[in-house]
């Protein structure tokens, strides 16, 4: 009986969901999918969920037998996203949440031994004219590539001065704040203070903290829809808009070889320790369909090889060094787009590795901007650790 009775009350949840499912929404696709505001107007609610499948083909160059190809399929991302405000609109807050096991990876010791499903989970309060206080774990103002969303790239995925040199998320506080100096000239400033171990460390600070700043420059004014972070130019500015931006960050007492990313540097007594400082210096520039990113990486090191007590090497190296990474492409009128990009990774010499180039071409097809889009690249990596090699990749992404 207890059996039926259950069974019942699942079918009837299920009904009532399949029910509801059938109204019509006026949300309109690209803009979440559940959008509710408070009948007193107290709080608000944004739910969106967005998908990337990918596939990759990659050859080793030094290989004569191009027949047997690295193939790889996976669903590169998949997420859940929630938004809204509490109590008054200048108090607004986000959680983001990642479920493919690219999103999840990093388990270990200093996570619980958990998945790792927080991407973002922030609060932001307007408390004072132009000045917003951001609280939580979300991405630092590290270099603009970075602070895209991976949702709206310009190509498959980000460049590898982003994947070795970026400082990514982590958990503390922003300052924000922004003024014009004209009627156009816009400047914005950004400073955190961060925990310095990275995203869903559950074991609490192991070194010392880590110090962010930013500043940015629009001589021209605001990008349309936020497009200075956002990949191409969809909005196929009327007149050029520039951003000018640099970022110096201070990761005082890091136990990690990258700041706060890579992997944490062991000792027979505990961890190394070690202030590593990052700069980057970037640009976005965008004119009718035209789009242009530059970004310059730097990082060094005050005691850059881990030792130990005795001054014994522990194998352990802070990766330090810079890198370049160019990108620019040109959006037409069907909403096809081509892009190419060169990135160029130079460590210092007592990292051990070899200079990396990496040239990719890329081709966009924008069905609803980046809500809905199929993109695929090519890339051809020079002197990298692995081996030289082709790269081919296929890309489709849903956002709503």
Not at 169 to 174: K, V
Request: hydrophobic share 35%.
């Amino acid at each position: 009986m207890l059996k039926l009775k259950i069974t019942f009350t699942s079918l009837f949840l299920f009904i009532v969901c399949f029910v509801n499912s059938q109204e019509i929404t006026n949300t309109k696709f690209g803009k979440g999918i559940l959008n509710v505001v408070a009948k007193d107007s107290s709080w608000s609610m944004r739910f969106a969920t967005r998908m990337q499948f990918l596939s990759t083909i990659g050859w080793d160059i030094n290989d004569d037998d191009f027949s047997k190809p690295k193939t790889n399929f996976l669903v590169r991302r998949a997420r859940l996203k929630f938004g809204g405000f509490a109590y008054s609109p200048k108090l607004q807050y986000k959680i983001e949440l990642g479920l493919s096991n690219r999103d999840l990876s990093g388990v270990s010791e200093y996570t619980s031994n958990t998945p790792r499903y927080i991407l973002d989970a922030v609060i932001k309060w307007n408390f004072y004219e132009n000045f917003t206080l951001w609280v939580g774990q979300t991405k630092l103002p590290g270099n603009v590539e970075r602070v895209i969303s991976s949702a709206n790239l310009q190509l498959v995925d980000r460049s590898r001065l982003n994947s070795r040199f970026n400082i990514d998320r982590d958990i503390g506080i922003q300052l924000r704040h922004h003024f014009k100096l004209s009627n156009n000239f816009l400047i914005r400033e950004v400073f955190s203070v961060s925990q310095g171990e990275g995203r869903n460390i559950t074991t609490g600070n192991l070194g010392g903290h880590q110090y962010t700043g930013r500043l940015e420059l629009l001589p021209f004014g605001k990008f349309q829809n936020k497009g200075d972070y956002k990949g191409g130019d969809l909005k196929r500015e009327q007149s050029p808009k520039l951003m000018l931006a640099a970022t110096y960050d201070f990761n005082a007492d890091a136990v990690k070889n990258r700041s706060n990313q890579g992997t944490y540097m062991k000792t027979s007594t505990g961890f190394y320790e070690t202030n590593i400082s990052t700069i980057f210096v970037d640009a976005v520039f965008k004119y009718r369909g035209f789009s242009f990113m530059g970004e310059f990486a730097d990082r060094y090191a005050d005691e850059a090889i881990a030792v130990e007590n005795d001054g014994k090497p522990t194998g352990d190296i802070v990766q330090v060094g810079n890198a370049l990474n160019f990108q620019a492409g040109y959006l037409l009128k069907n909403n096809w787009e081509v892009t190419g990009r060169y990135t160029n990774l130079n460590y210092d010499a007592i990292v051990g590795k070899n200079l990396e180039e990496q040239y990719t071409f890329g081709i966009s097809k924008y069905i609803v901007g980046h809500n809905l889009k199929v993109q695929s690249d090519i890339s051809y990596t020079t002197e990298d650790s692995n081996g030289s090699g082709l790269m081919y990749r296929l890309q489709f992404d849903i956002h709503f």
